[in-house]
Nanobody, 129 residues
Framework: QVLLVESGGGLVQAGGSLRLSCAAS????????IAWFRQAPGEERDFVAA????????YYAGSVQGRFTISRDNAKNTVALQMNSLKPVETAVYYC??????????????????????WGQGTQVTVSS
């Protein structure tokens, strides 16, 4: 069992930055993956970024590439999402998700919600215009 707790959400003006954090507790595996998804009001939940607990591979949604950075701290079992140049359309609840393993870790694999075993409660990000 893995428990995920997100933090760092809040209100920011367009063009500003926020840093989200996901703290994972429980049985995490070096083969596992942590990802961020987001869900805007009335919309489906969308993939944002993913990283493995081991290795250097990261994947991003095209809409955030170059502005968002996902990183991990294995010692603290945390994954951060640095978000720069935020836009009002990125107002959403941001969720952290964990997969126990990712035998075919890729952008396509990362974006599929059913690959993830655990989800956090989410943190609200509001970007004002």
């Amino acid at each position: 069992q893995v428990l995920l707790v997100e933090s760092g959400g809040g209100l920011v003006q367009a063009g500003g930055s926020l840093r989200l954090s996901c703290a994972a507790s429980g049985r995490t595996s070096s083969r596992g993956v942590i990802a961020w998804f987001r869900q805007a009001p009335g919309e489906e939940r969308d993939f944002v970024a993913a990283i493995r607990w081991a290795g250097d591979s990261t994947y991003y949604a095209g809409s955030v590439q170059g502005r968002f950075t996902i990183s991990r701290d294995n010692a603290k079992n945390t994954v951060a999402l640095q978000m720069n140049s935020l836009k009002p359309v990125e107002t959403a609840v941001y969720y952290c998700a964990a997969a126990e393993s990712a035998p075919f870790f890729s952008r396509g694999w990362s974006s599929r919600q059913y690959n993830y075993n655990y989800w956090g409660q989410g943190t609200q990000v509001t970007v004002s215009s």
